[in-house]
């Protein structure tokens, strides 16, 4: 299944939204560098072994629909984390008030992006076994930026 649809302006957009169908954004750009976190704090909010995030450019996300759902729970000094208020669909995480990382797991089919690395792995659920070889960091890595 083919995510990004070619727009009138010639621009490839990706969307997603969140799991009862309130919150929908879409991304005008190439999603960037893909990282899998298995910090407690990804763990609880996704009720899983780990979340994988990828980088937007800034400008290149927006609410389609439903952003008056969308919650925001400050989960670190730095840390502002976006879900749906209806369902609780962890969507992404915010910057200067943009989504500028979103929750792979949200995106309508194939992203296009695939993850490059195990992030903050010295707190990883302690039941969970890494099976890949991407890149493993006990913390966020220096080199990864944003989109």
Same mark, same amino acid.
């Given at each position: 299944? !083919? #995510?990004?649809? !070619?727009?009138? %302006?010639?621009?490839?957009?990706?969307?997603?939204?969140?799991?009862?169908?309130? #919150?929908?954004? $879409?991304?005008? $750009?190439? !999603?960037? =560098?893909?990282?899998?976190?298995?910090?407690?704090?990804?763990? *609880?909010?996704?009720?899983?072994?780990?979340?994988?995030?990828?980088?937007?450019?800034?400008? &290149?996300?927006?609410?389609?629909?439903? @952003? /008056?759902?969308?919650? #925001?729970?400050?989960?670190? %000094? =730095?840390?502002?984390?976006?879900?749906? *208020?209806?369902?609780?669909?962890? !969507?992404?995480?915010? $910057? /200067?008030?943009?989504?500028?990382? #979103?929750?792979?797991?949200?995106? /309508?089919? /194939?992203?296009?992006?695939?993850?490059? &690395?195990?992030?903050?792995? @010295?707190? *990883? @659920?302690?039941?969970?076994?890494?099976?890949?070889?991407?890149?493993?960091?006990? %913390?966020?890595?220096?080199?990864?930026?944003?989109?």
């Amino acid at each position: 299944m !083919l #995510v990004a649809v !070619l727009l009138e %302006e010639n621009i490839m957009s990706i969307t997603g939204g969140c799991l009862c169908g309130a #919150v929908r954004y $879409e991304i005008t $750009e190439p !999603l960037g =560098q893909v990282g899998s976190c298995h910090c407690s704090m990804c763990r *609880k909010a996704h009720g899983a072994a780990y979340a994988t995030f990828a980088g937007i450019k800034p400008g &290149a996300a927006r609410w389609t629909s439903g @952003a /008056d759902a969308v919650g #925001v729970y400050h989960s670190s %000094e =730095q840390g502002r984390r976006c879900f749906c *208020k209806h369902c609780g669909s962890p !969507l992404g995480a915010l $910057e /200067d008030g943009e989504l500028r990382w #979103v929750a792979l797991g949200t995106v /309508d089919g /194939d992203p296009g992006v695939r993850p490059g &690395a195990h992030i903050f792995v @010295a707190s *990883k @659920a302690p039941w969970h076994e890494i099976t890949d070889d991407l890149p493993r960091f006990d %913390e966020y890595p220096p080199s990864m930026s944003n989109a």
